[in-house]
C-alpha cells in the first residue's frame, strides 16, 4: 500500500528538484560553452555567435594547437611531471604516513605535531629556492618533483585511514608468524589501501599538472617547461608585433587567438578527466574516512 503524499511534500519536492536541476545546468553549461567554443569557427568565437551548440564545426584551434611543437613538448614534459611525481609522492607519502599510524612508533605525537607545524609556518620562497639550487636542481626536472613531494595534508588523511582501517590485530598476527615490517606493509596493508591510494594519486596528479609556478621559478630551459607555462605563453605573453602585418591577418590572429583559448583548456583538462572515472569508486570512500557517520 503506498502512501499518499501530501501537498506540501509535493511542493517541496518540486522546489528541491528546481533547485536540483538549476545546480546541474549552472555547472553543465559553462563546460558544454567552452566545448562548443573549441569546436566552432575562429569567426564565430570572436564575434560571440556561440551560445550553446557550435556554431560552423571547425578543428582550426585543435589543429593550431597541435601544430605547435612548444605545446607537444610540454604536454610530454606535462606527463613527465604528473606520472612521475605522483608515483614519487604517493609511495613517501604511505612510508611516512603507515608508521605515523601505530601506537608502537616512538616519537610519533613528536612528528606529527612537527609536521602539523610546517601547515602553519614554512620558510618561504627565498629559502626554498636556496636549497633548490644548494642541491643542484635548478633547471632539471627533478625540481618540480621533489620539493613539494610530499603534502602535509595528504600525510594525515592517510594516517587517519591507516589507523581506522589496519586493526592493530592484524599487525599483532603479522609479527607472531614472523613477518618483517616491509613484507607486511607490501603484502597487507597496500592491498587493503586501495581507497586512500586512489585519493593520494588524484590529489598529487592533479597537483602536478596543473603547477606552474616552481616551473616559472626553477627552469630556465623552454624544453623542460610544463604544458600550462606553455599555455600562459601562448595567450599572455604573446607578444607578437602588430606593426608589421595588416589589419586584416591581425584580426585572423586575433581570432584564432580567442578560438585556441577555448581548444587549450579542453586539451589540458582532458587527462584529468580520464583518470578521474578509474578512481571515482574509491576516491568517495576514501575521502569519507574520518567523517561521522550516524
Sequence with gaps: MSIKESFGDKVFLAMVYTFLISVVIVVLY??????????????AVSSGKVWLWPVDFSLAGYKAIFNNSEVLVGYANSLFYTFFGTIISVTLTVMFAYPLSRKSFYGRNFLMIFILFTMLFSGGLIPEYLVV?????????????????????QVIIAVTFFRTSIPDEIVEASEMDGCSDLRFLWSVVLPLSKPIIAVLVLMYAIFQWNSYFDAMIYLKSEALYPLQVVLRNILILNTTSSATMDAQKLMEMNQVADLMKYSLIVVASLPVLIIYPFVQRHFMKGVLIGSVKG
Design 133 to 153: 639550487k644548494h642541491l643542484h636542481m635548478l633547471d632539471t626536472r627533478w625540481a618540480l618533483i621533489i620539493p613539494k613531494a610530499i603534502a602535509v595534508w
Design 30 to 43: 559553462p563546460l558544454i560553452y567552452i566545448v562548443s567554443s573549441s569546436l566552432s569557427s575562429p569567426l
